[in-house]
């Protein structure tokens, strides 16, 4: 049995993600997000999801990318403007 690397728990179904040529062993999607998921830039929330990205920084959404003055993001197709 493979060992999770977050949680530390021995179990008979991990599964390995490579990541930019990395190995990972997790126990559960629930730790592999936790350890590779990336951070809104602005809100610090973990984006599960796409994400958006303006400028190489990746934001959870629109509204967090205009917080810090990012424009020409969309969230459900309406674009955002200053």
Avoid: W
Wanted: hydrophobic share 30%.
């Amino acid at each position: 049995m493979k060992t999770c690397e977050i949680c530390q728990n021995e179990y008979d179904k991990t599964f390995e993600i490579i990541l930019q040529g990395k190995h990972h062993t997790f126990d559960s999607f629930e730790c592999a997000i936790h350890a590779l998921a990336p951070r809104c830039h602005h809100c610090q929330c973990t984006i599960i999801g796409h994400g958006s990205e303006k400028d190489g920084v990746i934001y959870c959404s629109a509204h967090c990318a205009r917080q810090e003055g990012k424009v020409g993001l969309i969230d459900r197709g309406v674009p955002i403007t200053l």
